[in-house]
């Protein structure tokens, strides 16, 4: 990858002579570094082959930027780079991608002030030391106080459930573009991780041209990063930054074998191609100069003597070794589940009646769909208590005689989420229980107790005979809340002596149990549930993220009880 390394560097340099005042120079920089940025070549190749002379037919570089290629390429190092940041010790990239803030200006708090990155330029606003330096004011340094607020932001990663929405869209609008021939997501976006650092799109196309013109100009661009005819980049107004690669058609494949990664599977799977005497990358599978597998990633996966993986697993956790051998799990698919059993109706503050949000489940194509309101320790949200859940239940029987057509089968089951107090207790005598379908139990309050107490608390509760599910078992939320302590390894013995489900929760800043939670409940051999937790029935649909989560711990479908038909599932409840 010289080519973005170089192209990286070129940016700088233009960036310290804009700083310096120099004219037309920078320009010049840009100019080749964009022609890097999207060569389809590498450098390194075209100088092996033609060397100065081959480098000086890239647009944009002449004889100096020539020489400096070269300079890098031997030594992996540009002295006159060197010297340009020497002369100005900044971390100029950081600083002028705060908004309001280009090299000249950075150049004067870097003189007056001593600011350096980031963190200085954040102190020297808060002590207000910028407004009165001269060509500053009052308004600068205020759009540079909310710029550097942007830039911590969009440093962080996305999450998943913000940016797939809106991914799926942008799909749609190229797939409408009679050019384009063929198109994916990459990344990890197709690995479908919880949280995202930006989007990578591949595309087939007859007129490269006109799917970048497009792209570029796409609603919510607020900046193009470059535009060329193989790779263009923007950001978007919510702050993430999106990446789309067009390819040859024959090379399609490799390109998504590669930009899907990750990068670790990918690393690995090249030393496997390396041993074999082959040679991996994204235009193809080449044994010499001849290109032996690449229009389509089964066909590379095969030519590497191992079974095609799922994207989810990529992540080099093990699926290279399994894959090998011809052992991958069979992992649980997009259609398999039966039915959803963590919904909150508008018994206790949900959007939604029950027969709404069953209609809606039904609609989706389940066999069944459980009610699972909050108990009455959450006040807050109207925690049903006992009389409330008996008069609820008349209720669901009614809707269910409803749904009661010959030669259909869908059925609303009852059960509730409970909460598990500080002792472990349930707030809900078991009275109460034993007359619902199933019962969910989750920790929702006191969430910052010792690991040995948490530890006790969930144990006690999974030991409760009538408790069948513990719900959002880790209590993590993306971005806010880091899982609460427990000794998993712990929590995983007792549902396994208890016969107790664990909740994996779709909601997109929760998802708990993640991944290796997944793995390691799967290896104890205790069950799991993927639910929503849906307080609304349009959110029933986020059950696409609690399934990409399994799928990602490699669960296969007997380790999720939702995918049994209703007489399987209600096996798990030992309730008659
Ligand atoms: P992200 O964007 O941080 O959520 O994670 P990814 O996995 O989408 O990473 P990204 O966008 O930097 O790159 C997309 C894919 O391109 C990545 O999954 C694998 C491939 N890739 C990127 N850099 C390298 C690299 O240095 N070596 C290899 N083998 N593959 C790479
Ligand atoms: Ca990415
Ligand atoms: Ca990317």
Redesign the pocket.
């Known amino acids: ?1 010289k080519n973005q390394e170089l192209a990286k560097i070129f940016y700088e340099i233009a960036d310290y002579l804009k700083m310096e005042g120099t004219p037309f120079k920078p320009f010049a920089y840009e100019k080749a570094a964009l022609a890097l940025e999207t060569l389809e070549e590498e450098v390194a190749e075209i100088y092996k082959r033609e060397g100065k002379l081959g480098l000086k037919k890239i647009p944009g570089v002449g004889e100096s930027i020539a020489q400096k290629i070269e300079e890098y390429l031997k030594t992996g190092k540009i002295k006159y780079y060197e010297k340009l940041k020497k002369k100005t010790p900044i971390n100029l990239e950081e600083l002028i991608s705060v908004e309001g803030l280009g090299p000249k200006k950075t150049k004067v708090l870097y003189e007056k002030l001593g600011i350096k990155n980031l963190k200085d330029l954040e102190k020297a606003v808060k002590a207000h030391k910028i407004a009165p330096l001269f060509g500053f004011g009052e308004k600068t340094e205020k759009n540079i106080l909310e710029g550097i607020a942007f830039v911590k932001r969009s440093k962080g ?1 996305f999450l998943l459930g913000e940016i797939l929405p809106k991914v799926k869209e942008i799909i749609e609008k190229l797939k409408s573009l009679k050019e384009v021939e063929m198109i994916s997501t ?4 197709r ?1 479908m ?1 919880e949280t ?3 989007v ?1 799109f591949l595309v087939v196309a007859k007129n490269p041209k006109k799917i970048m013109d497009f792209f570029v100009s796409l609603p919510g661009v607020i900046k193009i990063w470059g535009k060329g005819m193989t790779k263009s980049s923007v950001r978007m107004k919510e702050g993430f930054d999106m ?1 789309l690669r067009v390819v040859p058609e024959k090379s399609f494949g490799a390109a998504l074998q ?6 670790e599977h ?2 690995v799977l ?1 030393k496997i191609a390396i041993e074999k005497g082959l040679k991996l990358s994204e235009y193809g599978l080449f044994k010499g100069s001849k290109m032996i597998a690449g229009e389509s990633e089964e066909e590379i996966y095969e030519a590497l003597g191992m079974e095609w993986i799922p994207s989810e697993m990529r992540e080099n956790q093990g699926e290279i070794e399994l894959a090998l051998k011809k052992k991958l799990p069979k992992i649980i698919g997009y259609n398999d589940l039966k039915g959803d059993l963590h919904c909150h109706s508008n018994w206790n503050g949900g959007a939604n009646s029950i027969l709404e949000m069953a209609e809606k489940a039904k609609e989706m194509g389940y066999e069944y769909l459980g009610i699972s309101d909050h108990t009455k320790f959450l006040r807050i949200e109207h925690g049903l208590n006992e009389k409330e859940l008996a008069k609820q239940k008349k209720e669901i029987d009614n809707i269910n005689k409803k749904f009661q057509v010959p030669g259909f089968k869908f059925q609303v089951l009852q059960g509730c989420e409970a909460n598990i107090l500080n002792d472990g207790s349930i707030d809900i005598s078991d009275e109460a229980l034993k007359k619902l379908d199933y019962v969910i139990a989750g920790v929702h309050s006191n969430f910052k107790m010792s690991k040995e107490k948490m530890t006790e608390r969930i144990i006690r509760a999974m030991k409760n005979p009538n408790v069948d599910i513990i719900s959002h078992p880790t209590g993590r939320i993306l971005k806010r809340r880091d899982e609460y302590q427990i000794d998993f390894d712990k929590i995983l013995r007792a549902a396994k002596e208890t016969g107790t489900i664990l909740e994996i929760n779709s909601y997109p800043e929760r998802l708990d149990l993640n991944d290796i939670n997944i793995r390691k409940a799967k290896e104890a051999g205790v069950k799991m549930i993927i639910n929503t937790d849906s307080h609304q029935k349009d959110q029933l649909r986020l059950i696409e993220f609690g399934i990409a989560q399994a799928r990602r711990g490699w669960a296969e479908k007997e380790d999720i009880i939702n995918t049994q038909p209703l007489e399987g599932l209600l096996k798990f409840f030992q309730r008659s």
């Open positions: 990858m990663r990459c990344g990890s976006v690995r991780k995202i650092g930006d990578d990446d590669y930009f899907i990664g990750s990068k990918n690393i090249r």
